[in-house]
């Protein structure tokens, strides 16, 4: 059964992206050791953050799909269907990742 997630608001689901496992040289690092990667892909967005004036939302910038740069420690760790995920606030994206090439 597959679970569909609708993100609140301004916040945003992002699946983070998997660690690498293996640094130059060769050594394999324990889960303990390793480092919460800051990139991720959006997975689903909220409406927005409500205006003002009350009326209605200013839609967010990112888009599900989107690859996105997000701060170390921000945000909230859910597990949806098994998988692990995190709900940040369209505030906490540093940056969106543009990989096509020129």
């Known amino acids: 059964m597959s679970t569909k997630?609708?993100?609140?608001?301004?916040?945003?689901?992002?699946?983070?992206?998997?660690?690498?496992?293996?640094?130059?040289?060769?050594?394999?690092?324990?889960?303990?050791?390793?480092?919460?990667?800051?990139?991720?892909?959006?997975?689903?967005?909220?409406?927005?953050?409500?205006?003002?004036?009350?009326?209605?939302?200013?839609?967010?910038?990112?888009?599900?799909g989107d690859k996105v740069l997000i701060g170390k420690y921000s945000g909230t760790e859910v597990k949806i269907d098994g998988d692990e995920y995190v709900i940040v606030r369209e505030d906490d994206i540093l940056a969106v990742v543009d990989t096509k090439k020129k």
């Open 5 to 64: 997630v609708r993100p609140l608001f301004d916040r945003i689901l992002v699946k983070r992206e998997e660690p690498q496992e293996t640094v130059r040289g060769g050594i394999v690092l324990p889960d303990t050791a390793k480092e919460k990667p800051l990139e991720g892909t959006v997975i689903a967005v909220g409406e927005g953050k409500r205006k003002e004036n009350g009326e209605g939302f200013v839609a967010p910038v990112v888009k599900a």
